[in-house]
């Protein structure tokens, strides 16, 4: 029984968790949606689109939203993405993602950069971009 | 032990650029374009108990340094441009001579279809583009049998293009892939070359065409990786040949070279383990008439785990291993292999400065013409068939 209650407090923890966070986009983009797949390639630079439209991902510069998303959806932790992002920065396979320092400058940068593509924190104002849902 | 005035100068640079709060990412902008710099420095040090390693005096100590500097930019949202000129001086390697390292222009059509061409770094395995990048690494030196430093300049990059690009089918992980053509750049300053100086071969030119393929898949586990890798090549050396006091032009030329790799990764939170197999076979034919086989066998297993935000523990064990007929060596000698067990610490200072402390345990020593580090030219009155290593590095990137 124990056993039981402890599965169900870890879930409820692992949800409460994901839920911490929202994903935003640019008006610009179509989809109403994401898939976690779709999420973990746009931000790990082996996809480039969702939908049909053109997307560029922003990150938060450190901080428990940046932390949560990345482990969240990434499955990594803060460190290992910069080694990740740096792999393909030094070998010219891509560029670093834009960094931003706080939940207002990303919802800024991505009402007015189109295409961008973003996360923030639930409780965050989404002036001007759009929610995505992740499925 | 020396520390000419270049190395004490980048030494300097290592310590203060940081201090200084210059470790910001260098983004500026040109005719309304964003344009990113990156760059790092690694100086390092090496002290063997006995022969010497990769053309250097280790025995006594020595200073070796690596540093790169990249420029790139994203012109339109499917085009990205950037080059990056990398240097180093190893023991006879390198020798601070800046390289362009990378040049290229990468258009991507689509997710799963993109186009690279110019001066591009070959993807094979899961570090031949990277190996470079110590920085990104736990270790000081990475497994020596597939990443050979004295090798490096031979696979690193190819002139030409790739195709590449990545497909997720549903619930299925993501594939990757590249196929790349072009020629390699011609490498008379790398071990293989420094190696046939041993027999009075002195090489004029050294290089020619490579062709391959790497698949990769980023399974449904999250964090697990495989792949396999392939590489054909079309080598052309030409120079001369010293013996009994005359001096005859040599030609050598591959008719059947290729390499195969295979491997496999997981990273899960602090936890990150590493395994590659390569096989190489190598058949080339000397003056036309003279053909050389060589069958190489390689591989390694790593794991390292981070048990503080600043600290990082590791361990890998690498193997490899050349018998060759023609030279009468049989498995059990020493000069055909080169096994090696590390334990490594890697301490980031910060998310930009590092330090490294690894310890080598090597038995053999895979005579010279293997190219494993191990030259005569350097170790004139023979091979201890172990050699213990201390390795530290220190290195910035930005």
């Not at chain 2, 203060?16 to 690694?42: C, E, M, N």
């Not at chain 2, 689509?110 to 990277?130: E, H, I, M, P």
């Not at chain 2, 980023?218 to 001096?247: C, E, H, K, L, Q």
């Amino acid at each position: 029984m124990n056993y039981l209650r402890s599965i169900l407090l870890l879930s409820l923890a692992a949800a409460a968790y994901a839920s911490d966070v929202k994903v935003i986009v640019n008006a610009s983009v179509n989809a109403a949606s994401i898939s976690a797949a779709e999420l973990k390639n746009i931000f790990l630079a082996t996809s480039t689109s969702l939908d049909g439209s053109h997307v560029e991902p922003v990150l938060e510069k450190g901080g428990p939203v940046h932390e949560a998303f990345v482990k969240e959806y990434l499955g990594k932790t803060d460190a290992a993405l910069q080694t990740y992002y740096r792999s393909l920065v030094f070998t010219g396979k891509a560029s670093m993602p834009k960094e931003l320092g706080s939940d207002a400058d990303v919802v800024a940068y991505v009402a007015k950069t189109k295409g961008a593509i973003g996360y923030v924190s639930a409780g965050a104002s989404a002036a001007g971009v759009k929610v995505l849902e992740v499925q | 032990m020396l520390l000419p005035t270049k190395r004490l100068a980048l030494l300097v640079a290592l310590c203060v650029y940081p201090i200084a709060g210059l470790h910001a990412q260098l983004d500026f902008t040109i005719d309304g374009r964003q344009v990113q710099a990156h760059g790092f420095l690694s100086e390092g040090f090496a002290l063997t108990n006995d022969n010497n390693y990769l053309t250097m005096n280790t025995t006594s100590g020595n200073f070796f340094t690596e540093a790169a500097f990249n420029v790139s930019s994203q012109i339109t949202d499917k085009f990205r441009v950037g080059a990056q000129v990398y240097m180093r001086d190893i023991g006879h390697f390198g020798q601070w001579q800046p390289e362009l390292d990378w040049a290229m222009g990468d258009y991507r059509f689509k997710s799963w279809f993109g186009v690279r061409a110019g001066k591009v770094k070959t993807t094979f395995g899961l570090y031949n583009d990277s190996q470079d990048m110590e920085f990104l690494q736990t270790w000081a030196l990475l497994p020596q049998a597939i990443y050979a430093v004295d090798q490096r300049s031979s696979y690193i990059a190819h002139t030409g293009g790739d195709l590449y690009g990545s497909i997720s089918p549903k619930k299925a992980g993501t594939f990757s892939y590249v196929l790349w053509a072009g020629k390699n750049p011609s490498d008379t300053n790398g071990g293989y070359a420094y190696a046939l100086r041993t027999i009075g071969v002195d090489y004029t030119s050294y290089g020619g065409r490579s062709d391959g393929a790497d698949l990769r898949w980023a399974t449904p586990v999250s964090g697990f990786i495989v792949g396999a890798s392939y590489m054909a090549r079309d080598v052309v050396g030409n120079g001369t040949w010293a013996f009994y006091g005359t001096v005859a032009p040599v030609h050598e030329e591959s008719h059947k070279e290729y390499l195969e790799q295979f491997y496999g990764q997981y990273i899960r939170g602090k936890f990150h383990a590493d395994a590659e197999y390569r096989r190489y076979y190598r058949g080339i034919m000397v003056n036309y008439t003279m053909p050389v086989n060589d069958d190489d066998r390689c591989w390694y297993v790593s794991a390292a785990y981070r048990v503080h935000k600043r600290l990082e523990l590791g361990t890998y064990y690498s193997y490899f291993d050349d018998v060759r007929a023609y030279t009468g060596l049989t498995a059990s000698n020493p000069g055909s292999y080169v096994h090696d067990k590390v334990a490594s610490a890697r301490f980031d200072i910060s998310s930009h400065v590092y330090f490294k402390l690894e310890g080598h345990f090597m038995s053999g020593y895979a005579e010279a013409a293997l190219v494993r580090g191990f030259y005569t030219t350097d170790n004139p009155s023979g091979f201890s068939p172990l050699t213990n290593m201390l390795v530290m590095r220190a290195g910035y990137n930005f």
